[in-house]
């Protein structure tokens, strides 16, 4: 089965920059989705297709896809960011769903 | 306004069946190219996609647990249905149901913690 690969943590101070790795063979070829799901509450979608937004999502978060990873970039990064983050593809040749790893984001 | 709902038991026993009933509104199961799926998250662990069920009655299964999984659908109740048999303390997790954009998970219930304990 497909296995989607993600550093478990990554720390950032308020204002920098986060990038989250997704590693996957070939994940180029797929279409890449991440969530943010803070303490208790229910995975959000922040960025779906690789680097489209969802209405209300900011435009500090963005997103690319090459190879075999694809990277969701925060920007300008504040303190609600701090969250648990997971990459998802859907795996075309089995029909399956596959998230990945997840990276727990700190900031500092 | 779609909204999702989960609801089912708090706790189980070592081999009972789960079911857990996703309710919701804001679109409908017969409508071409919807989709609902059940994604659980053991505690302090990452999600786990279980199950998907598409407009045409079209199911799909985690291969890790196909035999113990069974998804349905009530069009007329707006409801998912998903049960797990022979359930285990490893299966211990919130439980999610969630609306399938494209092929991405657009908007997501709150969750319900099931807990497999004796």
């Known amino acids: 089965s497909y296995v989607l690969t993600q550093p478990p943590s990554v720390s950032v101070a308020p204002g920098q920059t986060a990038r989250i790795t997704c590693g996957g063979n070939n994940i180029g070829s797929k279409s890449v989705h991440w969530y943010q799901q803070k303490p208790g509450q229910a995975p959000v979608l922040v960025v779906y297709d690789d680097s489209d937004r969802p209405s209300g999502i900011p435009e500090r978060f963005s997103g690319s896809n090459s190879g075999n990873t694809a990277t969701l970039t925060i920007s300008r990064v504040e303190a609600g960011d701090e969250a648990d983050y997971y990459c998802q593809v859907w795996d075309s040749s089995s029909d399956f769903y596959v998230f990945g790893t997840g990276t727990k984001v700190t900031v500092l | 306004q779609i909204t999702l709902k989960e609801s089912g038991p708090t706790l189980v026993k070592p081999t009972q069946t789960l079911t857990l009933t996703c309710t919701f509104s804001?679109?409908?199961?017969?409508?071409?190219?919807?989709?609902v799926g059940w994604i659980r998250q053991p505690p302090g662990k990452a999600l786990e996609w279980l199950a998907l069920i598409y407009w045409d009655d079209d199911k799909r299964y985690s291969p890790s647990l196909k035999s113990r999984l069974t998804i349905t659908k009530d069009t007329s109740k707006n409801q998912v249905v998903l049960t797990m048999t022979n359930m285990d303390p490893v299966d211990t997790a919130t439980y999610y149901c969630a609306h399938l954009g494209y092929n991405y998970f657009d908007y997501w219930g709150q969750g319900t913690l099931v807990t497999v304990s004796s």
């Open positions: 804001g679109f409908s199961l017969s409508t071409s190219g919807v989709g």
